[in-house]
Structures are given as structure tokens and as C-alpha cells.
């Protein structure tokens, strides 16, 4: 465990996070965001992703912040957004963190003045986390892991203007694309845009 170079108050809620220390793709991806890079993951489950990355991730914010998000992690609908939101916030909560929940059927007000308020991790779908986003709700120049998941359904539903908005302020920090398949021209296109330079991971 040790040479994984994991928090000490991490270790007793990996197999809770869904995290297995002696998967092969489990480690690879943690290894990966933890040393930085950018990643292409296709072809694997979302809800096994989402357990590693929220690894990976709560690794990277070892504490509470001065308000301004260290994480961005987009999903392709409200639905998704609140069980991903639901199952981190299981942990946040244990590590003193906050992860703050921007979908479209929600108070945009109260999400806006959540935000405003301070949070380490927003969970969010495309365009909610971008109206916000142009309303000065939040900064993202301390965010270090920005995650896309359901690339190629996003790209289909025509927000890829939203994410590229967004993405075009962000500073120099690891990115995380994620989708089931990659063999589309909308998809193929914002990949160059998104990752310049990444590792692409497969079953």
C-alpha cells in the first residue's frame, strides 16, 4: 500500500470508495492522474471509473481550500450528476471537504450561492455548470483534475461549445476524458482540442 504513496486516512475507506489496490486498471488509472496525466479512457464502466477517479481525486485534495475548486467533474445528465454527487459526498464529508451538486433541474440561484460560498469538488452537467460558469458563479484557476464523463453522448447532445468554453480558461491540470466509444467526428475533433498529449486506456 505504501508504494502507492496513499493518505493514511484513505486506506480505511478504499474498499468502501470501490477502489481495489490489485486491479491492474485500477492502479494504472490512479497511478496515471496521480503522476499528472492526461487519459482517454474507453470502454469501461462508469460507475467503476467514477470509484478510481474519486480515488485518485480525494489523493490530490488533501485539504479544505480557500473556496476555489480543485476539481470539475462533468457527466452527461442530471440523473448521473446526483448519483455520482451522492456516492463522493459519502467521503467528502469524512475528510472535511465539500462537493457541491450543479444540474439542470435544480435552484440555480442556490447552487450559484453554493458555490459562491466555497467548495473543493463540483459535480455538474454541461450546460448548468456553464451558465454558471459565465455568471462569474466560480474560478477554476486552482482546478488540477478536470474529468469528462459520457464524452460521446455530450458531443451528441450539442454541448460541446459549453465544454470547450469552459476549458479554454482552465490552467495546466490533469484531464480525464471517458466514453464508450470514440469513433465519431465530433468526438475525434474535441479530442484534439481537450488532449493535446494523453495515454489512452482500454479493457
Do not use: W
Not at 505504501?2 to 468502501?16: Q, W
Not at 459535480?123 to 456553464?130: E, K, V, W
Not at 458563479?137 to 460521446?152: C, D, E, R, S
Amino acid at each position: 500500500m505504501s508504494k502507492l504513496k496513499i493518505r493514511e486516512e484513505l486506506i480505511p475507506i478504499l474498499g468502501d470508495l470501490g477502489f481495489d489496490p490489485e486491479n491492474e486498471m485500477h492502479l494504472r488509472i490512479y497511478k496515471a492522474i496521480r503522476g499528472g496525466k492526461n487519459l482517454l479512457i474507453e470502454d469501461q464502466d462508469e460507475q467503476e471509473m467514477f470509484s478510481v477517479i474519486s480515488t485518485a481525486l480525494l489523493q490530490l485534495i488533501p485539504e479544505p481550500g480557500e473556496g476555489s475548486p480543485r476539481a470539475i467533474i462533468i457527466v452527461k445528465d442530471d440523473e448521473t450528476a446526483r448519483n455520482f454527487h451522492a456516492r463522493l459526498e459519502n467521503f467528502t464529508r469524512k475528510l472535511d471537504l465539500t462537493v457541491d451538486l450543479v444540474v439542470e433541474k435544480g435552484n440555480m440561484l442556490q447552487q450559484r450561492n453554493d458555490l459562491f460560498d466555497g467548495t473543493e469538488i463540483i459535480i455538474g452537467t454541461p450546460q448548468r455548470l456553464f451558465d454558471l460558469y459565465i455568471q462569474n458563479g466560480f474560478n477554476i484557476g486552482k482546478v488540477n483534475l478536470f474529468v469528462l464523463f459520457g464524452a460521446l453522448e455530450i458531443m451528441r447532445a450539442g454541448k460541446k461549445m459549453q465544454i470547450s468554453r469552459i476549458t479554454e480558461s482552465l490552467p495546466n491540470c490533469r484531464r480525464v476524458l471517458l466514453s464508450y466509444s470514440f469513433s465519431d467526428s465530433r468526438i475525434e475533433e474535441f479530442i484534439e482540442e481537450f488532449l493535446p498529449v494523453y495515454e489512452t486506456i482500454e479493457d
